[in-house]
């Protein structure tokens, strides 16, 4: 597949060692789209998030994060849909992390989302 190889060599050396700025915005979204399926596919979440925010890619964070949530994998969710701040699946995420007492993740979503009140309320209370 396109950029296999080349994804398989950025993983090695790490996202942070690369200069993708001679790409053209095209090339550097798939080629990063392709590291953050490799990267998922290894178990690194955290990386394949940042791979897909290093290209802007907000579908397939979106996706992903839908997939995750999906599957209750709340925190996992919340890794991917934190940077898209879309705010309806945030809410909702944001909800579920409370009912299930994952407060650390629903504050981190508050923040994102900017709601002051939500946020203040759970880590005076929660954390």
Known sequence: M????????????GLSNVDFSKLDSTSKKEM????????????KVK??????????NQEKLT????????QNKFDNAALFLIPTKEHGRLT?????????????????IYRALGDKTMAEFIEKNFI
């Open 2 to 13: 396109k950029y296999n190889h080349l994804a398989v060599n950025i993983i090695k050396k």
């Open 63 to 70: 996706e992903v994060g839908d997939y995750f949530l999906r």
């Open 92 to 108: 909702y995420l944001g909800f579920i992390c409370i009912r299930e007492g994952m407060y650390k993740i629903a504050l981190e």
């Open 32 to 43: 990063l789209t392709k590291v953050s399926d490799l990267l998922l596919k290894e178990g």
């Open 47 to 56: 990386e394949a998030v940042e791979a897909l925010i290093l290209c802007n």
